[in-house]
């Protein structure tokens, strides 16, 4: 499998939990970006001419605040340069405020076939709080316009322990979000990082975080509420409807090849793991220059391939193969990990059925912890 992931850096301003690389809009800078895009997919067309493309997924920033001609001119640069599969699933994530009627429709007719929709919270305090530019209400429009567009593949974001958010806020995000009835929705616990403005008023003092426990409350309520409407936890943030799992989100825990375009994108492409340079300026000089934007790379070694293969492999709900790492590493996994099996199963952390190691719910609850016992 290869998939293929584009990077949006715009927003109208950045939301004060965000630490991705991006950027308030330029409007004269959108077009000139797309440009660079382009010339930088030309760096890697011929590298893989010979292979289709399995998933696209435009990401950012704020994808949906290109306007209709831009959103065009992205996706005949993506077809011109690489060769998408006819059944590809092409995602392309959108923000409430800056979806139009339009813009889906030429999404639409540019063979986006998935939606993410970002909304966090149903409550419009929460949402203003956090530095979301849009309303609850403006979300519903948009959603409904999607549906009326054809799009039947939308994932909705959430997000719980939000500051001053209760228990009762977020039971009631996840009631009407499930009553628009989406096949995907990603739910995520907060994390605060640093150089973000909401890490700055915590500093301040001018909200307190929630306690481990009822973030742990708050997941596992999450997981049997939307398993009773027919969500199936298939990772530890991601709930589909059946058939409905994220194809390109798959691919990275699968670790499968991936290229990744775009100013501060990352990419996994033979045998090599990069990102490239996050600011405009430098990356729009390396494309000048020819050379592909990359600021970081580095080789796997067979070690880093096994642990990433594990600890990736891990977050999904179906766990690993065993007598994978046999076959594809000649590595015997029981033996060099004996120690750490026995502790984690234990602990009842993990469980091994038939050559499948997975995490028991008490696991995925503390993930990080079980995922640096195989690191070595």
């Known amino acids: ?12 301003t950045k939301c004060k939990y965000c630490d991705f690389n991006s950027f308030k809009i330029d409007l004269n800078e959108k077009i000139k970006y797309l440009n660079y895009l382009g ?3 030309k760096l890697y067309k011929e590298e893989i001419k010979n292979r289709e493309i399995d998933s696209v997924f435009v990401g950012g920033g704020t994808p949906s605040i290109l306007n209709e001609n831009e959103i065009n001119i992205l996706f005949e640069k993506i077809k011109e340069n690489f060769n998408i599969k006819s059944n590809a699933e092409i995602t392309m994530e959108c923000n409430p405020g800056t979806l139009t009627l339009n813009k889906l429709k030429v999404m639409k007719k540019s063979g986006v076939n998935r939606l993410s929709i970002g909304l966090q919270a149903v409550q419009n305090h929460h949402l203003k709080y956090i530095g979301r530019i ?3 209400e403006e979300f519903e429009k948009n959603y409904h316009d999607a549906k009326q567009m054809g799009f039947d593949n939308i994932n909705i974001d959430l997000m719980y322990a939000l500051p001053n958010q209760s228990r009762e806020d977020w039971m009631e995000s996840l009631e009407k979000v499930v009553k628009l009835n989406p096949t995907h929705i990603s739910a995520y616990s907060l994390i605060l990082e640093e150089n973000t403005e909401l890490f700055k008023m915590y500093e301040r003092d001018e909200f307190n975080l929630l306690d481990e426990n009822t973030d742990i409350e708050m997941y596992e309520y999450t997981i049997d509420y939307l398993k009773s409407h027919g969500y199936n936890q298939y990772e530890i943030s991601n709930y589909a409807k059946d058939n409905f799992e994220c194809k390109h989100n798959v691919l990275y825990w699968k670790c499968e090849e991936y290229v990744g375009i775009g100013a501060s994108a990352s990419g996994y492409f033979n045998g090599i793991r990069y990102n490239n340079i996050c600011e405009l300026d430098n990356y729009e000089k390396m494309i000048l220059e020819g050379e592909k934007p990359i600021e970081w790379e580095e080789k796997l070694s067979i070690k880093d391939e096994i642990e990433e293969s594990i600890f990736l492999g891990l977050r999904m709900n179906e766990g690993i193969q065993i007598s994978d790492f046999k076959e594809k590493y000649n590595f015997d996994f029981e033996k060099e990990y004996k120690n750490e099996i026995e502790k984690l199963s234990k602990m009842e952390l993990i469980e091994i059925d038939n050559n499948l190691m997975k995490l028991t719910q008490k ?9 640096v016992e195989f690191i070595k």
């Open 1 to 12: 499998m290869l998939g293929l992931y584009i990077h949006i850096p715009f927003c109208v």
């Open 39 to 41: 010339e930088e997919m």
């Open 134 to 136: 849009h309303t609850f």
């Open 363 to 371: 696991g995925r609850e503390i993930s990080n912890s079980v995922f």
